[in-house]
């Protein structure tokens, strides 16, 4: 059919060319919308300019065709094979590009919004400046593609190949790359903020000044990447590798990474208000100063050598835990987490509900707190809502005198300085149990609940992985059959008599030596 005739059946109203063999033709400006020219044979044509939409290519041979500025809006090109073809800035907005081959395909400025191109292969494909917002690029192979100052918002990138990638002043927000394989990718200055990058392999990746904040890391591959001046604050690094990787001055403000393996890593100059110390793996890593200021203005700057940030960072993050003689119920799990609610609004280091163990016989929150010094005031309040707190309180302010006295040897990490500031973190919180005990009227409900009238332990871990029992009711442990809110009443004659047992000067002592502080 020559080129002549399938015009003149177009003209007519026919739409159907399957397999029709047009390779070399001049088709440049034409109408042919809808048609259908699957399987057809249309390489090195010339379609430039040409009005394409909705028309079918699946399975077609396309190759060094020219496709310049050419509308292939919801085109169907599955399984198309358009290799080196010339498609800078066509339309292929909602195109089907599905398992379509594109190897070193020219799309620069080309429109791919919402374009469909599951598992495609765009390998060494120049898509600078492309538009891909909201595309499906699901096991695509991007590999040495040049996607720099390309549009990625939203875009679906999981399991992708972008390994050697060019993804320079991408825009990426908002992203999937879940899984992804990015390994020696350029993503230097890019936009990936909310992105979500689990388990991506970013390996030597070019992270240089990248917008990476609330993006979701965890567990991804980061070992040596550059993220020098990169923005991770409010990021998930939770178990995520980053052996090697330069974060030197990083913003990591507010950031999660517990399980983190920063081993070999630079973190000179990071910014780290308000960022868990703990937690993490830091063997062999190099940090001379890190920025505590909430802006990272470096107004309030920590040095040390390296002795000093082994102090500073710690695999073993703070906790409080307390051991309740008693399953968890429906009633009582609604009950704690509004009296735990409501104490957060006074009381704002208790950031997170506790993580829950619930057994046949006992129930265990685990309280995490980011410094060594929080611990006796967050455990002063989150025994509040128990009829333990008086007791446990009571020993807290006796641990507190005991450190205070002046009988005891002179601990040197633990200054006057570090004792003033735990005795006013403690009494703030005395205060503020005044405070809610006045206003919440959730913790007369706890009053009437078995759960919260059954004997507790709590125990204190510090970043050196010592714990220190400061509270263990005497019937901890005893199990006693149908225990009620009138057998609570009674412990002085059925069950025992309760006692304020506290820690021994030389447990404490030794508890408090383990604390790590910012200097």
């Not at 630079?266 to 062999?284: D, I, N, P, V």
Request: one cysteine or more.
């Amino acid at each position: 059919m020559t080129l002549e005739e399938l015009l003149a059946k177009y003209e007519a109203g026919e739409r159907d060319f399957r397999g029709v063999d047009l390779s070399e033709a001049n088709l440049s400006g034409v109408k042919l919308n809808e048609a259908n020219f699957s399987h057809a044979n249309l390489s090195i044509v010339n379609l430039s300019g040409s009005h394409l939409c909705s028309t079918d290519f699946s399975h077609a041979q396309i190759n060094v065709a020219r496709l310049s500025g050419a509308y292939l809006h919801q085109a169907n090109l599955n399984h198309a094979s358009l290799n080196v073809a010339n498609l800078i800035r066509a339309d292929l907005s909602r195109a089907q590009l599905q398992s379509a081959s594109l190897i070193r395909a020219e799309l620069i400025r080309a429109d791919l919004s919402r374009a469909d191109l599951f598992a495609a292969n765009l390998s060494c494909a120049d898509l600078r400046e492309a538009s891909l917002r909201h595309a499906i690029l699901r096991y695509a192979n991007l590999n040495e593609a040049n996607l720099r100052d390309s549009l990625l918002t939203e875009a679906n990138l999981e399991g992708a190949n972008l390994n050697n990638t060019d993804l320079s002043r991408t825009d990426c927000s908002g992203a999937n790359c879940r899984n992804a394989e990015m390994r020696q990718a350029n993503l230097s200055h890019s936009n990936l903020s909310g992105a979500n990058l689990s388990g991506a392999n970013l390996r030597w990746a070019d992270l240089n000044g990248a917008n990476l904040s609330w993006a979701d890391l965890s567990e991804a591959k980061l070992s040596g990447a550059n993220l020098i001046g990169a923005d991770l604050s409010n990021a998930n690094l939770t178990n995520a590798s980053l052996v090697h990787a330069d974060l030197t001055q990083a913003k990591l403000i507010k950031a999660e990474w517990v399980g983190a393996d920063l081993s070999g890593a630079t973190l000179t100059g990071a910014k780290l208000y308000s960022t868990s110390r703990f937690g993490l793996k830091t063997e062999g890593m190099i940090c001379e100063w890190v920025d505590l200021s909430p802006s990272g203005d470096r107004s309030i700057i920590q040095k040390f050598n390296t002795e000093e940030s082994r102090e500073f960072f710690n695999e073993t993050p703070p906790t409080i835990r307390i051991v309740i003689d008693k399953p968890l119920d429906h009633e009582a799990n609604f009950a704690i987490a509004g009296a735990y609610h409501q104490i957060a609004q006074q009381y704002r280091e208790l950031k997170q509900p506790p993580s829950m163990e619930i057994g046949r016989r006992r129930t265990v929150f685990t309280f995490r707190v980011d410094s060594d010094l929080n611990l006796l005031p967050t455990a002063y309040m989150a025994i509040l809502p128990f009829q333990d707190s008086t007791t446990t309180q009571n020993n807290i302010r006796t641990l507190l005198a005991i450190i205070k006295s002046e009988k005891f040897p002179h601990i040197t990490s633990f200054t006057p300085q570090h004792c003033q500031q735990l005795t006013t973190l403690i009494e703030q919180v005395i205060e503020n149990t005044a405070v809610i005990k006045e206003l919440i009227n959730i913790l007369k409900i706890t009053t009437k609940l078995n759960f919260f009238q059954a004997p507790t332990q709590t125990t204190l871990t510090n970043s050196s992985a010592q714990s220190l029992i400061i509270h263990d009711h005497p019937q901890f442990g005893r199990f006693i059959d149908k225990y009620d809110i009138n057998a609570s009443k009674n412990f002085g004659n059925s069950l025992g008599t309760t006692k304020e047992i506290t820690p021994s000067a030389g447990m404490i002592i030794d508890f408090i030596k383990g604390f790590h502080y910012i200097k």
